[in-house]
């Protein structure tokens, strides 16, 4: 891939200036040419609002169309993106904001009072609006442009986008990705995945994300292909629209929340070419109820903020439950000693690590941070903890500040799980270590059911005589529901403080 993104966008643009780009739930389509026009529009009010390039641009909107040409147009001039959760308060902003120091930041209209007090005691220069239905000063002003604007030539090796970790452990990290690193992953998974310029994409993910805005759409522009693009996730918005896609990009809860649904039927999909499942791990429960209704097989792969996508299941061959498939073209993958650093023999778990052009190019502002993380010979440390199977395989087993330590014996909470899962009337589990006087730690086991006869001695009787003694949960806890982030991860830092003295007695 010698081009940026933005480049493969204007060329499709020009080659096919009527094919649609967007597709809007009520059917209303924004073409190519459409996008382009409007991304030289906001491109435009850009750099009258003072961003030049290499300036962050912050963006925390509601999901629109205009929303997602913001990342168009930053990329037309050059500027780094900063897409930021909608969820954040003030309070939490303030930190994403004096961090990232941007020149421009684009929040909603109903946002106005407080975030101009923030945004004057950071001495960010400029603001403007957008809301859900259209309305605020981004869209004023954009609509008196002109639709022609200058096209910076971006180098691969320059910032494209800063994307902010979690921080469930800690400060936030700033994840610094090179318009080389968005395009090379695009085009490996278009690539790997089969996709074309026939394909429809059906969208109900977070465009503040890895899997919505870069894996989702940046596969879109680099196959030429369209989006249907939905608001928020709605499982029957999509039951109403899957007859017009032929991809579904989502988390392990649409595919849940689908099977849920009675006219979630064969028969509604089987036009459909693709389901992806990412951003938390996919039961195999679930995995083998959606093959069994539909006759499709979902594709589960791995990947994170700093490095997009890692591995995946294959387009066509075996897609194993439980399994994130194979490293992708590219991409080299190791397990290695969490201790030592050194690389295990096959069937061993230790640390996922991994090298490609795919891998960030640091943290921002956290040269010693990065230096932790991203070892001299480009391998990145992911901090999730895998095993490589005979077939080559990839499996996570968990991330490794949830690994338990019990009596000093190693319990991968992923085991458990899939044990526990696989129980009938368990809807998911989640396994977490919890302070322990004798043994260090001891396992916990918290559970959603589907079947309201189930309590925990019949948890516990069946997974006895599965697992080693240290390895089987003390206590089983019953939730309605599993406590999750924005993107369907369950929150296990959560669990752990709120279960803290559980076994304390």
């Given amino acids: 891939m010698e081009q940026g993104l933005f480049s493969v966008f204007q060329r499709r643009a020009q080659q096919a200036p009527d094919a649609p780009f967007l597709i809007l739930p009520d059917l209303s389509i924004i073409t190519y040419a459409d996008a382009l026009a409007r991304s030289g529009q906001m491109a435009n009010l850009f750099r009258n609002s003072g961003v030049q390039v290499g300036d962050r641009v912050a963006v925390q909107v509601e999901k629109s169309a205009d929303a997602l040409i913001t990342y168009l147009a930053a990329m037309r001039i050059g500027a780094v993106y900063l897409p930021l959760n909608t969820a954040y308060t003030a309070a939490e902003l303030r930190f994403f904001l004096s961090d990232a120091a941007p020149v421009l930041f684009i929040h909603r209209p109903e946002d106005e009072a407080v975030m101009a007090d923030l945004c004057r005691d950071l001495n960010i220069a400029a603001r403007l609006t957008l809301g859900a239905a259209g309305e605020g000063s981004l869209p004023a002003g954009a609509n008196v442009q002109p639709v022609e604007a200058e096209v ?13 970790t979690s921080g469930t452990t800690g400060r936030s990290k700033g994840a610094m990705l090179t318009h080389g690193n968005l395009a090379s992953n695009s085009a490996t998974l278009a690539d790997y995945w089969r996709f074309d310029e026939k394909d429809v994409l059906l969208h109900a993910l977070p465009i503040f994300h890895t899997h919505g805005l870069f894996v989702a759409t940046n596969i879109t522009i680099t196959a030429g292909s369209a989006i249907i693009l939905c608001p928020k996730f709605d499982v029957r918005e999509l039951v109403r629209l899957l007859p017009r896609a032929s991809v579904l990009m989502g988390v392990p809860t649409f595919y849940s929340r689908l099977l849920g649904e009675a006219d979630f039927t064969r028969d509604l999909v089987a036009h459909m070419r693709l389901f992806v499942s990412g951003s938390a791990p996919l039961s195999a429960e679930t995995h083998k109820e959606f093959s069994a209704r539909t006759g499709h097989a979902i ?3 791995y990947g994170m903020t700093e490095t997009n ?9 075996e897609r194993v439950p439980g399994s994130v498939g194979f490293p992708l073209p590219g991409v080299e993958l190791r397990i290695t000693h969490p201790e030592t650093g050194e690389e295990l023999p096959q069937g061993e778990v230790g640390l996922i690590e991994v090298r490609g052009p795919n891998v960030f190019k640091g943290y921002w502002q956290l040269p010693e941070k990065t230096a932790e993380e991203l070892r001299a010979n480009g391998f990145f440390i992911t901090g999730d903890m895998g095993v490589v199977d005979a077939r080559g395989y990839v499996s996570i087993v968990g991330r490794a500040k949830d690994l338990i330590i019990c009596g000093g014996f190693n319990v991968y909470p992923a085991e458990v799980e899939a044990l526990i899962d696989a129980i009938p009337g368990i809807a998911e589990s989640a396994v977490i270590g919890v302070p322990h006087k004798d043994m260090g730690e001891g396992v916990v086991a918290v559970v959603q059911a589907r ?3 189930l309590d925990e001695a019949k948890v516990l009787a069946a997974l006895s005589g599965q697992l080693a003694r240290f390895k089987q949960p003390r206590r089983v806890i019953f939730l309605p529901e599993l406590p999750r982030n924005t993107m369907g991860k369950i929150q296990k830092k959560a669990l752990r403080e709120a279960y803290a003295d559980l076994l304390a007695g």
């Fill in 451 to 453: 079947d309201p006869e």
């Fill in 299 to 301: 594709l589960e792969r």
């Fill in 152 to 164: 910076y030539p971006a180098a691969l090796e320059e910032l494209a986008a800063i994307l902010y």
């Fill in 309 to 317: 996508m890692n591995t995946s299941n294959p387009y066509e061959g």
